[in-house]
T-cell receptor, first 114, second 114 residues
Framework: AQSVTQLDSHVSVSEGTPVLLRCNYS??????LFWYVQHPNKGLQLLLK??????LVKGINGFEAEFKKSETSFHLTKPSAHMSDAAEYFC????????????FGKGTKLSVKP | NAGVMQNPRHLVRRRGQEARLRCSPM?????VYWYRQLPEEGLKFMVY????????ESGMPKERFSAEFPKEGPSILRIQQVVRGDSAAYFC????????????FGPGTRLLVL
């Protein structure tokens, strides 16, 4: 069965410092993996998507994530945090095929201090 | 190309009333998904529909909840005889006809049951 574990419920960084949001997945086959961001009282915006083409995936707003099969991880990083990055981030795995639904992690709330 | 549209954005109902949530997918998208987000939690899959067909409703509560995606018009998520526990944000997503494609989310409907 597919599942996603986000290891930190809350991460706090200072503006200008690196961001690391951790995600581990469990999948019985090669998954599609996503990171979505949700700003307060807003919908979800796709940050990036992994579908086996390249293990290092670049997304919007300077974010990137690396797929590591040996570690079953898909951590999200950004070299330098900006105040506008403060939001909730969801790591997501897709069942794909005839099962269209997504499995969401519980989310990591990112705070950025000035 | 307009994004996924949901209305209303906020809905207040009293216990026992009916709630109807609408979702218009992106142009060219024929797959619609509904998710529910309870406070402080990630999104949970409810139902996956294509035009006039329910593909997967494994996440739908057995009673009071129903969904449709007619040939014409928006997808509707209907909750009959609402209870306080139905208070949540309900998100709709859509994707193109090819299965496994990225899902694009609407802004959500926040339902409050008094």
């Amino acid at each position: 069965a597919q599942s996603v574990t986000q290891l930190d419920s809350h991460v706090s960084v200072s503006e200008g410092t690196p961001v690391l949001l951790r995600c581990n997945y469990s999948s019985s086959y090669s998954p599609s993996l996503f990171w979505y961001v949700q700003h307060p009282n807003k919908g979800l915006q796709l940050l990036l998507k992994y579908t086996s083409a390249a293990t290092l995936v670049k997304g919007i707003n300077g974010f990137e994530a690396e797929f590591k099969k040996s570690e079953t991880s898909f951590h999200l990083t950004k070299p330098s945090a900006h105040m506008s990055d403060a939001a909730e981030y969801f790591c997501v795995v897709s069942l794909g095929g005839s099962q269209g639904n997504l499995i969401f992690g519980k989310g990591t709330k990112l705070s950025v201090k000035p | 190309n307009a994004g996924v549209m949901q209305n209303p954005r906020h809905l207040v109902r009293r216990r026992g009333q009916e709630a109807r949530l609408r979702c218009s997918p992106m142009k060219g998208h024929s797959h619609v998904y509904w998710y529910r987000q309870l406070p402080e939690e990630g999104l949970k899959f409810m139902v996956y529909l294509q035009k006039e067909n329910i593909i997967d409703e494994s996440g739908m509560p057995k009673e009071r909840f129903s969904a449709e995606f007619p040939k014409e018009g928006p997808s509707i998520l209907r909750i009959q005889q609402v209870v306080r526990g139905d208070s949540a944000a309900y998100f709709c997503a859509s994707s193109p006809p090819t299965t496994g494609e990225t899902q694009y989310f609407g802004p959500g409907t926040r339902l409050l049951v008094l």
